[in-house]
Structures are given as structure tokens and as C-alpha cells.
């Protein structure tokens, strides 16, 4: 019997690399050759004791770099708050903007991977998570061109000279510092508002061509009020709704100059054939109205003020300078106007736009 063992023993050293093999197989084979039980229990939680030590060992020392590193991130932070105040401030809103944007993309994943889970459509989706999807969407087609422009070897110092004298046009909101939003927004809206002359024109001309003498009169008295500083209410718009899903005033037969006005007062551009002019203007609209079918679902007291004034801004009004109350009340007129209205009627919904919201406050200058 001892022959045995050693002779067994023997051919296990013979073997060599049996020696480095996995603990469990090792204390299986120790128990096979007759090893005590206590021995192998003694040698196992060795084992483990050590591997337990050196796991602390490792997480303490990741924990100690990582707590240097802020220490001197944070140091290097007030040295360029004292020393550099303007590049601090960029600085700053590039590192917020970078975790917002990661904070964001990890949200975007999870509301794709709910919508595959659940095969939801957009439609489906609730307010803020549909939101969120239409707003990256239209972040990611923003650095676009940049991201071209950053292809060829040697061009991210052109990208950074670029970015920096060129902000609005070229980064996206994550990376805009709190005075530039409010100064972006300012010229953004009056870029649309810019448009709001052209819409209205145009809507009188068509109103011009229609056959009935009485929806006619309705929707010249309509264009004329607003084109004189008034506010329409809800009631006017619904009287005319009918003339704008299968007449002249239909998205698919408003004239070309036409549909490039309210492309602006969409913040689409107008530069494209009028095929694919007509599709976009459509196709956001759409997409406005889904919105306000969900933002009804939640209720308007859900929103912050943040979203509060990001629906309006979305919607035609510049709710930069306005208060709170009146960004509230504006929202809701426009939401009994678009969730009355049928898809046929979208093109009612996008004057809508200009007609409700030119004449119910004036922007500073």
C-alpha cells in the first residue's frame, strides 16, 4: 500500500505541471493519494486567506491612486481657477459636458435596449424618455461635420481653433457655458422670428386662392389680426382647421418658398429639393404632436422649469425671458390646439407655430 502511494506519488512529480494544477482538481487529487482531510482543509483555507489578502491588497491600492489622482485634479482645478479664470470656466463646462453626454448615451442605450425588450415604438415611449431620444438624435446629427472635418491626419488643431470661435454652430448644448446658452438661444430665436414674416405672407396668399368665400374671409381676418399685433385664440385656429388637411394650404401643395419659411421656423434647413423640404417639415411635425399627446399623459406640473421652457422653445416661443407662468399657459393652449388636431392637419399645427407665438410677447432687443 505505501509502495503504491510513493510509486504514485512519484509518477505526480514526474508529471510536473499536475503540480500547478487548479486548486480544486489539486485537493481532489490530494484526498485521492490519502492526504489527511484536516491537512487539506488547513492548506485550502491558507489558500483562500491569501487570496482574500492580496484582492485587499490590490483594491487598496487602486483605491489609494485614485484618491491621489482627484487630489491633484482637484489642485490643478484651483490653480486654474485663481490663475486662469476664463479657461477655468471652459474647462469646466467641457468636463460637466463630457460626464452629461456619458450620463445621456448610457440613458439612450437603456431606453433602445427597453424599446427591443418590449418591441415599443417611439410613439410608445413616455414623455421624457421620447423626448430624450428625439434631442440626442439631434445632437449626433450636429457632429456630424465636425467629425468629418476631424477625419484627415493632423486636423484635431484645426477641429479645437474651430470649436473655440465657433461654438454655436459647431458644439452641441452639453458644452455650452450658462451664458452662452441663454446668448445661443437668443439668436436662434431670432433667426426663427426672422422666418415669421415669410410664413405669414404666404399664408395670406393662399388663403387668397381659396374657392369658399367664407372660410376665405375667416382665415384673411385670421392672418390680418396677427400681421396687426394680436393674439388669436383657440377658437379661430379650430374655425380654419378644416382648409389646412386637403386644400392649397395641405404641407404637400404649399409653394416652395412657403415650405423653406417654415422649415426656418423649425430650425430645418431650407437648402434641399422640395420633395425631401416637404417630408422633413412633415415628419417633425408629426413628431412635435406625438410629444404633446405624452407631455398631456403626464401633465404639465410633472415638468421642471427647465422642461418647462425647453417644450416651449421646442414649440415657437422663446421662453427666455419669460416667466414661468406664462410659458405654463402659453403650453397649454398650444396642447388643446395640437391633440384636437388629426395627422391630415398638420400643416395647421406647423402655422400654428408663428401664429401663437409672434405677437404673445415681444424679446427684449
Known amino acids: 500500500m505505501a509502495l503504491s502511494r510513493a510509486a504514485a506519488r512519484g509518477g505526480i512529480w514526474r508529471l510536473g505541471p499536475a503540480a500547478l494544477s487548479p486548486p480544486r482538481e489539486r485537493i481532489q487529487l490530494q484526498l485521492f493519494l490519502g492526504v489527511p482531510r484536516s491537512q487539506v482543509c488547513s492548506q485550502l483555507r491558507r489558500s483562500q486567506v491569501r487570496s482574500l489578502s492580496s484582492r485587499a491588497t490590490s483594491r487598496a491600492l487602486v483605491a489609494a491612486v485614485a484618491a491621489a489622482a482627484r487630489r491633484v485634479s482637484a489642485r490643478y482645478e ?180 412657403h415650405v423653406r419659411a417654415l422649415s426656418q421656423v423649425l430650425f430645418l434647413t431650407p437648402y434641399l429639393p422640395s420633395f425631401l423640404l416637404r417630408h422633413r417639415l412633415r415628419s417633425h411635425v408629426l413628431e412635435i404632436q406625438h410629444l404633446d399627446r405624452a407631455l398631456l399623459h403626464l401633465g404639465l406640473a410633472q415638468l421642471s422649469e427647465e422642461e418647462l421652457r425647453a417644450a416651449c422653445y421646442l414649440r415657437g416661443l422663446n421662453s427666455t425671458h419669460l416667466g414661468q407662468a406664462e410659458c405654463r399657459a402659453w403650453l397649454e393652449q398650444w396642447l388643446r390646439l395640437s391633440c384636437e388636431l388629426q395627422a391630415s392637419e398638420a400643416s395647421l399645427l406647423a402655422h400654428s407655430m408663428v401664429l401663437l407665438s409672434l405677437n404673445y410677447s415681444q424679446p427684449p432687443e
Open 78 to 257: 484651483q490653480y486654474l481657477e485663481r490663475s486662469f479664470p476664463r479657461f477655468y470656466l471652459l474647462y469646466n463646462t467641457f468636463k460637466n459636458g463630457i460626464q452629461a453626454l456619458f450620463l445621456e448615451a448610457k440613458e439612450i442605450r437603456k431606453i433602445k435596449s427597453k424599446m427591443s425588450q418590449q418591441r415599443l415604438s417611439t410613439q410608445q415611449l413616455p414623455y421624457r424618455e421620447m423626448e430624450r431620444l428625439r434631442q440626442f438624435r439631434r445632437d449626433v446629427l450636429k457632429t456630424i461635420p465636425i467629425g468629418i472635418i476631424a477625419i484627415p491626419p493632423f486636423a484635431n488643431f484645426l477641429v479645437v481653433v474651430l470649436m473655440y470661435f465657433f461654438p454655436r454652430q459647431l458644439l452641441i448644448r452639453h458644452f455650452w457655458t450658462p451664458s452662452q446658452q441663454l446668448e445661443f438661444l437668443d439668436a436662434y430665436a431670432r433667426t426663427r422670428r426672422d422666418s415669421y414674416p415669410d410664413v405669414l405672407w404666404g399664408l395670406a396668399l393662399a388663403a387668397g386662392s381659396l374657392p369658399e368665400p367664407q372660410p376665405r374671409e375667416l382665415l384673411q381676418q385670421l392672418c390680418a389680426q396677427v400681421q396687426g399685433g394680436a393674439h388669436p385664440d383657440l377658437a379661430q385656429l379650430l374655425a380654419v382647421r378644416s382648409l389646412f388637411s386637403g386644400s392649397v394650404l395641405a404641407l404637400n401643395r404649399l409653394r416652395v418658398d
